[in-house]
């Protein structure tokens, strides 16, 4: 069973800058898994943040970024804002199946 | 502008039946596939699988093949999700998703969500 790992929680100052990365069991993650990043704050659905690597939706905030970094997709904010605080999850594809990152409590303090 | 919109919460006893839907507009159903998506209370995303409204072509995760039916109506614009017999452990909220292709397209646009809690 592939397993897709997030850090399960980070902390950012307000101002400052966070990578989040997310890593797969089968090796390293390459642009062909075509991350996609989305951001879920309580009670809410999940958004989409960024899709094939670094690729942003219309919607998303240019402090938000994607990448491949050493292995790994990742996921960068830039000049975070409190109402960033949330959880944010990855997925990655394999074929005909995805798999959803367990996700990081991101906590802005 | 695009939706996807869920119907109502459930509550239902376990062994009983469910079909929850997804009601789309603003584009094209049968161009984009739809996907199901649960999360358990207090727990992270879990992707159940995929539906091409246009020929029901399905792709489930190995995790809910068997759980779980997809189909969708094109008249209507709908798409669902349905078990057979529920049991305790689907108490979860679902979302259906659009997204662009089967194996590398962006997961785009979220239904608001459908709240299914079984108990007996």
């Known amino acids: 069973q592939t397993v897709v790992t997030q850090e399960p929680s980070l902390t950012v100052s307000p101002g400052g800058t966070v990578t989040l990365t997310c890593a797969s069991s089968?090796?390293?993650?390459?642009?062909?898994?075509?991350p996609n990043w989305f951001q879920q704050k309580p009670g809410q659905a999940p958004r989409a943040l960024i899709y094939?690597?670094?690729n942003k939706h219309s919607w998303t905030p240019a402090r938000f970024s994607g990448s491949l970094l050493g292995g790994k997709a990742a996921l960068t904010l830039s000049g975070v804002q409190p109402e960033d605080e949330a959880e944010y999850y990855c997925?990655?594809?394999?074929?005909?199946?995805?798999?959803f990152g367990g996700g990081t409590k991101l906590t802005v303090l | 502008e695009v939706q996807l919109v869920q119907s109502g919460a459930e509550v239902k006893k376990p062994g009983e039946s469910l079909k929850i839907s997804c009601k789309v507009s603003g584009y094209i159903f049968t161009t984009y596939w739809i996907g199901w998506v649960r999360q358990m209370p207090g727990k992270g995303l879990e992707w159940m699988g995929i539906?091409?409204?246009?020929?029901?072509?399905?792709r489930y995760s190995p995790s809910f093949q068997g759980q779980v039916t997809f189909s969708a109506d094109k008249s209507i614009s709908t798409a669902y999700l349905q078990w057979a017999s529920l049991k305790t452990s689907d108490t979860a909220m679902y979302y259906c998703?659009?997204?662009?292709?089967?194996?590398?397209?962006?997961?785009?646009?979220w239904g608001q969500g459908t709240l299914v809690t079984v108990s007996s």
């Open positions: 094939s690597t670094s």
């Open positions: 998703a659009r997204q662009t292709t089967d194996n590398s397209g962006p997961v785009e646009y």
């Open positions: 089968t090796g390293a993650v390459t642009s062909g898994y075509y």
């Open positions: 997925l990655l594809y394999y074929g005909s199946t995805q798999v």
């Open positions: 539906i091409y409204p246009s020929d029901s072509d399905t």
